[in-house]
């Protein structure tokens, strides 16, 4: 035990210090998280303890971001972003199909690769939108619209995810299709109840006491991850949505207050852990092939989605471009994804190095070129 907890103290001062030089680059923290993580692998294996920190660090990171966006804020965005949102699924997600049937994965591998090709990182873009002074800009608000509908359909989609990876499955379509009758109904269950399930959330929270309040809303996010995972979800569907639930209740900012801090140090871990997994030995020729492929096929898409903006949202070309060089970063979701299959043990083909690599060099790329790009003084 006393081994383990020297081995957590180092590994979080070393991923400070790295997190501390990326910010000092104006890339995003996360970038250091899993580079410390990738590096203290050389030293140290993952273990079981590592692997619940991981769970914990996705549970609390899919909960902040479920708060972020309320049922109001997704009615508010209109049917025009929706359908740029429907494009940008089906152009995205059968890329990253293609890519896994190129490389001669198997069926499991290729409709997870769809998974972490298709979704960008609404953590990082948001935060490098909001750097870079971009928040006012007209496309902006497009690109926030579709990491908006993005991050719903994969809280909803972790769960066919998750119901193949447990069950060790190729790509069944009864479970598919059973997955996601039950996300759907969970999902409409705080829809169809949103109002009494917020009414009972600010009764139950009511109270004055800060020590009370932490123990109530964390106990509430475990229960409600731990039921999504009972009914065949993932947990961070779970937390997702009662983050959502809470997300305009009178509590939302004492929420934040309090738990901010907590959901930093939550995305570290998560961060960390994965890269723990990685083994940096194994990134071969090979693997940087297929790195430069998936980033390839997803610089195309993601400007293909932005090129899609002009007729819909009646933006200009080069705003078009904005839109597709902000969706470029991936992050949370796509690192989940590997995971998944990571914590299977059916991940045969390099799928954690490469998607630690591909965030990696994807998170870098967005930075670059948000800031390259987009002039922050004409608005």
Known sequence: MEKEFFYFGALLLSASALALFSNRLKQSTIAGYLLAGALARFFLQPSVTFEFLSSLGAILLLFFVGLEFSMNKVRSLGKKVFLLSLLDLLINFPLGLLCGYLFGWNPLEIFFLGGIVYVSSSAVISKLLVDAGCMPRHETRTVLGILIVEDIVMAVMLAIFAALAHNNSSVDLALISIA?????????????????????????????????????????????????????LSEATGAFFIGSALAESEHKGRIKKLLGPLGFFAAALFFLSF???????????????????????????????????????KISLAEAQNVGYSLFSRGEFSILIASLLATQGMAVHGIKEITAVYVFVLMILSSVLIKRYTNTCAL
């Open 180 to 232: 996601l009758l039950k996300a759907l109904l969970f999902c409409g269950f705080f829809v169809v109840l949103e109002k009494p399930i917020r009414s009972f959330l600010n009764f139950l929270l009511n109270v004055e006491q800060e020590e009370i309040f932490l123990l109530e809303i964390i106990g509430l996010i475990f229960i409600i991850a731990l039921f999504s995972k009972f009914i065949g």
């Open 275 to 313: 890269g723990l997994q990685v083994d940096l030995l194994a990134i071969d020729r090979n693997v940087i092939a297929m790195v430069l492929t998936l980033i390839l096929v997803s610089i195309g898409g993601k400007l293909l989605t932005g090129l899609a903006a002009v007729p819909i949202q």
